[in-house]
């Protein structure tokens, strides 16, 4: 961390509504992006304010040998999983469905035809189950054990929900090229 942004997020914890302000500009932007890889425009927007609230009202868990920008941005993810939660998104618990394959990156791979667009476009397709976990393995990066804290399922259910949703989304765009 720079130790200009240092200096804001000390001035933040103090109170400092400029600094504030200085902040949200910062991040603003980047953080509603990944709101709305959840949630809709109006919806996502709503998030992003209460999510900058509830950081700069805890700021003092922040530490500071981590980016701050990761750090919202699991404020952000956590903030949108729970608004999906409260639409009542369920996730099947798998733990008594057959074990499905394992997911590696080469499992991944397109036709060169298809664009990154088509593909977050066919990720939007998917149900509310599956599009959560593929997002947040494929944009965010999180792995099962990672994805299980978030949004609250057993590993394999995250395993079987992201196989599932890979096996639905190949099958969508394959339909797409035709």
Same mark, same amino acid.
Request: proline share 2%.
């Given at each position: 961390?720079?130790?200009?942004?240092?200096?804001?997020?000390?001035?933040?914890?103090?109170?400092?509504?400029?600094?504030?302000?200085?902040?949200?500009?910062?991040?603003?932007?980047?953080?509603?992006?990944?709101?709305?890889?959840?949630?809709?425009?109006?919806?996502?927007?709503?998030?992003?304010?209460?999510?900058?609230?509830?950081?700069?009202?805890?700021? $003092? =868990?922040?530490? /500071?040998?981590?980016?701050?920008?990761?750090?919202?941005? !699991? @404020? &952000?993810?956590?903030?949108?999983?729970?608004?999906?939660?409260?639409?009542?998104?369920?996730?099947?618990?798998?733990?008594?469905?057959?074990?499905?394959?394992?997911?590696?990156?080469?499992?991944?791979?397109?036709?060169?035809?298809?664009?990154? $667009? =088509?593909?977050? /476009?066919?990720?939007?397709?998917?149900?509310?189950?599956? !599009? @959560? &976990?593929?997002?947040?393995?494929?944009?965010?990066?999180?792995?099962?054990?990672?994805?299980?804290?978030?949004?609250?399922?057993?590993?394999?259910?995250?395993?079987?929900?992201l196989f599932r949703g890979r096996q639905q989304l190949r099958n969508d765009l394959k339909n797409t090229m035709r």
């Open positions: 961390m720079s130790k200009d942004q240092s200096i804001l997020l000390e001035r933040c914890r103090k109170g400092d509504e400029r600094a504030m302000m200085r902040i949200y500009d910062l991040y603003c932007e980047a953080m509603f992006r990944i709101a709305c890889r959840y949630l809709n425009d109006e919806d996502a927007k709503d998030a992003i304010q209460d999510c900058f609230l509830k950081a700069f009202a805890r700021l $003092d =868990l922040y530490n /500071e040998d981590f980016s701050f920008g990761s750090w919202l941005k !699991r @404020i &952000v993810i956590n903030h949108c999983i729970d608004q999906l939660k409260k639409r009542r998104l369920e996730f099947v618990d798998s733990e008594h469905l057959p074990l499905c394959g394992e997911d590696t990156s080469e499992n991944w791979s397109f036709d060169p035809g298809i664009t990154k $667009d =088509l593909i977050l /476009e066919a990720i939007e397709r998917l149900p509310e189950k599956y !599009r @959560i &976990v593929v997002k947040l393995y494929l944009l965010e990066g999180y792995d099962h054990e990672e994805i299980s804290s978030i949004v609250q399922i057993p590993v394999k259910t995250s395993r079987t929900h």
